[in-house]
Every structure is written in C-alpha cells, then in structure tokens.
C-alpha cells in the first residue's frame, strides 16, 4: 500500500472537501504553519461546492496524500451514483444534484486521476501503525459516527486490519475516542462543510505523537464563507447548500444521522 | 414490534467494496441458498418473546397477549448475551418482542446495552407513562451512545391506524409519542405499507402534520413492506408459491442487503438467524451466540423473499419526504 514506509511526528488530516477550495487553501497554509510534517486527506473531493476543478492544483503543488473516497471512486470510474450510503429519497434528491454538477464539471484528467487514488494509506506516526480511509477499513461508505460507533466494534476494526490508528471521514462530523491503549479512531469530520453546529466554520484534525502517545486537536479553520456561497449561487447550486455554508446548519442528508448528531443541529 | 423494521443498516447498504459470495452449493437440488454470516454488526434480543398487549392484524409473528411460544428474556439472560457480543465487534443493539415495554426489566436491559453501544428499541409506545419516559430520558443522557425509539403507527387517522392494530390504538400510540417528543427524543415513526405506492406522497405529508400537531416538527418516518407471514397472511393473500429466493436470484446480488449476513436475534430459548423467522424450523442456530454466529443462514422461507426484494431500504434511517 502506498507510503507504508513513512514515518512521521505531526500530521494535519483533512476531512471531505466537497469543492470548497477556499477551506481547503486555509486549512493548508493553517496546517503549515502549526508545524505538520504531513498533510493528508481522506477522500471525498467533489460534490455541494463550486468549480470541482480548483481543488485538484491545491492538493497536487502541497503534496498531499490522498485517499479515494466514495465519490472519488464514483466520478474517477464514471458511475451515475455517488454512492454515499443515503436512503431517504429527499437526501438522494439533493445527493443527485451535487453529484451531477460536480460530475459535468470534473475535466477528465481530473477524473482519472481520482480514479487511481489508494483506498487507503498506512504510515507510522511516532510508534503508532496509522491507517487511513475513507469510511472504515472494511468499506468505503460505512458511516462511523460517534453515538453509534462501540468501542469494542472500533477494536475489531483495528485488529481486522492490522493498525493502533484508523483515520477516517465520510461522515462529515469530527470526533475522536481512544478505544484501547494504542488504539485511538479520528474521524476528520470535512473541509467542505461545517459541522452542523451552527458556526460558519469547519475542521481538521492535528496529530501529534511522542513515541506511542497520540495527540489529538480539532482545529477550526475560518475562511471567506461569504465568497464560496457567492461562487455557488453563481454556478446555480441549489439554496439548501448555500444556507449551510452560510448558517453553519445543515439542510439535507439529514435522514442518515444518529438521534444525537440529529438532535444537537437545527434540522 | 413485530412489523418489520429489520434488514441492515444504511450503513452497511450500497457497499462500494464488493458485495459477498454465495456459499458453493449443489445447483439444482430442492436445498435453498445457505447464506453465511459476514460480520454480526447487529444483534437483535426479542425481550418480550411473542407477548404483546396488541394483537395487531398484520403482525408477521402472531403477537398477542395470549401467545406464549416465546418468553420473556431476563436482565441476566441480555447482560450475559451483551458479553458475548463484544469480543465479536457488534455494532448496534436492537429490542424487540412482542412489545420491549411488556417486559418490566426493559430499562435496566436498556442501561446495561447502552453502556457497550448503541440501542434501538422497536415499541407501539402505548406503554409509556410518563415516568418510564422520564427513565429513557434520563439512559440516553447518561450514555455516549445514542438510544433509537421506533415507533409502529399504520395510518393518519385513528380510522386508517385502528382497522390494523386495533381499537382505541392510534390514540394510545399518539400520547406516548407526545410524551417522547417532550422529552427531546426524536422517535422514528414506522408504518407498514398497507396503500398503493401513489398514495405515499400524500401519506407522508399526513403523518408530517400529525406529527407536527405534537410538537414534532422534524418527523422521522419511515415506510416498510409488508411481510406476508404471520397475521399478514390471513390477512392478506400471503406470497404466490413461486415467491422463493432461488440459487439463481443471488447470482450478482449484494448479499450484505439481507439483515442474516449482517445480524442474529437472541430469544429466551436460544439464538435464531434474524428477527423475521421466530417459528420456523431451520431458524434456531445454537444455544449461543458463538454456535449461531458460525452456522449459515438458509434462505428457504418466503419471508426471505421480501428481505431480497426490499433489503436496502429497512434501516434506522428514515424517509422525511417524497420525491
Ligand atoms: S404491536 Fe402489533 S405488530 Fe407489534 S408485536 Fe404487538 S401485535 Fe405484533
Ligand atoms: S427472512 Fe430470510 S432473508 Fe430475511 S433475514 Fe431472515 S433468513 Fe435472511
Ligand atoms: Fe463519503
């Protein structure tokens, strides 16, 4: 698997981008100089934001390390579906409209280049075996949410694909639980959109590690909001997108959350 | 609640790395599809056995106050399967019956469950008084993980709801959902499909104002398939003989669609491979988990032919509108 020899002390993970390049540049030039060795990014590029295109030069002149997402996988092979796991026929309404956009608008360099993304990346951070991916170990859309993830189901997870560490995304939402004395889960929540709770800004996770002693920081990134949602209503995104870049509330893909993560946003 | 509810989760569905591989088997011969369990995501306890306080006329198990085929579990018998269950990784936690409610250890088997992970109970919420509420409320609160309430309502109207589970129910069920509603829960209201399918829109709408009227502005539904076993099936026609899953329906099919790839229910006499097929012969797996967990499911009863056409979409996920 790609980068298994890699070992480093500091990374910066980014979550689903979603086309929001101006998130992605602050985030980037944020990782930078918090002093990460390492930028990665767990898949999930395109969809809800403007311009799919932009993203790509940001990621390819910074070097970061991608991982293949759902959507990655689905617009690099040309599929008609993003195949993000929704089941709610209003979410896959809106799922479909992104989707569609961001397919037309994807050049076909682009695409083939998300389509030979790795589906996952294992590198060292200090003593710890990192994997990172999309939505679990075991398959790229799983939805791994904090009130509905066990401990012990996370500790199955990681001795079933050899690791300490699964860094993983898809979900939107960051959280993060030790599980065992090495064994930690980090989700990275998303770059793209903000994390419904009401704040115009969105997240990465910092890793740090001091031989096999992991340290996590969820940093919050600001960035021109007002100027992304300009951007898409000129690209005629539809206005439930645009109002949660806006307000910080998610408008769609709601069907799919836990009780909790339903209960604490506004819809 | 025995109207359904089950198949995988949404997050097991529409799998992107590959769906699983049928058991090699003899084509031909009369013996059915034997699936094998993939990962025991879900674990299913029929807590109340068979005993309901409704006798509803679509129940697929034949529920009633008077059925006693299948009894109780205790505290115990759960917290004993609950540890068996962690070192297998399970995911969620599911209770049904019958209706959860009639058994009077309900709660402390929710708090012992809620400590491992995730819990989901399947109720007709008419038994909730309030202070049985109040101790839902208070498990949730105490818990990282999140407690799902599924609520069976079958119509609108006390008319539309009354003629399927009974007299005076539609009533019962609203109130406790207004008390559940009040305190903070966000129940996922689930209906069995008893109208053509042009009708759900409009239906859909109707429980979303229902709901509203409660307080419940932001109405987690969901619509579920009949099974055509049970109560079903002297109420409606049950299946045509040729509605069987064959050898060569699975032929390029995502088995992680069917809830006995993924799932095993845990009764009070035994482990059975899902919650659909209670009283059937090939359904009890083992004593244990350990021994049911290892034994493949066969898909020789036409309930299975419902699960294969309608997998995907019974989940705790829920459809908020038409489209
Ligand atoms: S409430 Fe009705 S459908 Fe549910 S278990 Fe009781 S009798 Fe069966
Ligand atoms: S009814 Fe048949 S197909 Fe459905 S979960 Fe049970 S064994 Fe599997
Ligand atoms: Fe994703």
């Given amino acids: 698997m790609a980068g298994s020899e890699d070992q480093f002390d500091r990374v910066a993970v980014f979550g689903g981008i979603y086309s929001n390049h101006l998130a992605l540049a602050a985030a980037v030039e944020d990782a930078r100089r918090r002093g990460a060795d390492a930028l990665f990014c767990l898949g999930d590029l395109g969809g809800f934001g403007p311009n799919p295109d932009k993203v790509f030069p940001i990621l390819r002149g910074e070097g970061v390390r991608v991982v293949q997402g759902n959507y990655d996988d689905s617009i690099g092979r040309g599929l008609d579906d993003c195949r993000c796991g929704y089941t709610d026929p209003r979410d896959n309404h809106y799922a479909r409209l992104a989707y569609d956009y961001a397919f037309s608008n994807t050049s076909g360099a682009h695409r083939r280049w998300l389509a030979a993304l790795p589906p996952a990346i294992r590198f060292r951070l200090g003593t710890l075996r990192v994997l990172a991916c999309h939505g679990s170990p075991r398959q790229v859309n799983e939805f791994l949410w904090e009130t509905t993830t066990p401990s012990h189901f996370l500790t199955k997870l990681a001795a079933d694909a050899g690791c300490d560490v699964i860094l993983g995304g898809h979900t939107g939402i960051h959280w993060a639980r030790r599980f065992a004395p090495r064994g930690w889960y980090v989700n990275a929540g998303a770059l793209g959109r903000p994390a419904n709770d009401g704040r115009t800004c969105v997240w990465y996770a910092m890793l740090s590690a001091e031989g096999g002693r992991l340290g996590v920081d969820f940093v919050p990134v600001r960035y021109d909001h007002e100027a992304l949602a300009r951007e898409m209503a000129g690209e005629g995104i539809c206005d439930e997108f645009i109002t949660t870049i806006r307000t910080g509330w998610w408008t769609t893909c709601l069907e799919i959350l836990p009780s909790k993560e339903r209960a604490r946003g506004r819809y | ?323």
């Avoid at chain 2, 115990?76 to 609950?82: E, I, N, T, W």
């Fill in chain 2, 1 to 323: 609640m025995k109207d359904l509810n089950i198949l995988p989760s949404a997050s097991t569905a529409a799998n992107g790395l590959g769906g699983g591989r049928v058991a090699a088997l003899p084509r031909g011969a009369e013996s059915p599809p034997q699936v094998p369990l993939r990962a025991l995501d879900q674990l299913w306890f029929q807590v109340s056995g068979t005993v309901c306080n409704l006798r509803c006329r679509h129940c697929f198990i034949s529920c009633s106050p008077d059925n006693h085929s299948f009894w109780f579990m205790t505290r115990g018998q759960v917290a004993a399967a609950l540890a068996e269950s962690v070192p297998l990784g399970v995911k969620e936690y599911y209770f049904t019956g019958g209706e959860p409610f009639m058994n009077h250890e309900m709660c402390g088997i929710l708090e012992d469950a809620l400590e491992l992970g995730p819990a989901t109970v399947l109720t007709n919420a008419t038994l909730l008084p309030e202070r049985t509420v109040r101790e839902l409320a208070r498990l949730a609160a105490g818990s990282p993980y999140s407690l799902e309430l599924r609520v069976s309502l079958d119509g609108v109207t006390p008319e539309m709801n009354d003629a399927i589970r009974g007299e005076g129910t539609f009533a019962r069920c609203m109130e406790g959902v207004g008390r559940l509603v009040d305190a903070e829960f966000l129940p996922i209201i689930t209906a069995m499909q008893s109208w053509p399918d042009a009708e759900t829109g409009r239906i859909l709408g109707g429980f979303r104002e229902l709901l509203a009227d409660v307080g419940y502005d932001r109405a987690r539904l969901k619509i579920i398939p009949p099974l055509l076993i049970g109560e079903e099936a002297r109420r409606t026609q049950g299946y045509a003989p040729s509605m069987r899953v064959t050898h060569e329906m699975l032929h390029g099919f995502d088995l992680d669609q069917l809830l006995c790839t993924r799932a095993r229910l845990v009764t009070a006499a035994g482990v059975h491979v899902c919650p659909i097929l209670l009283d059937y012969p090939d359904a009890r797996l083992g004593d244990t988990l350990g021994e049911a967990v290892a034994r493949p499911a066969s898909l020789s009863e036409q309930a299975c032919y419902t699960c294969y056409l309608h997998g995907s979409i019974c989940a705790n996920t829920s459809a908020s509108s038409e489209f």
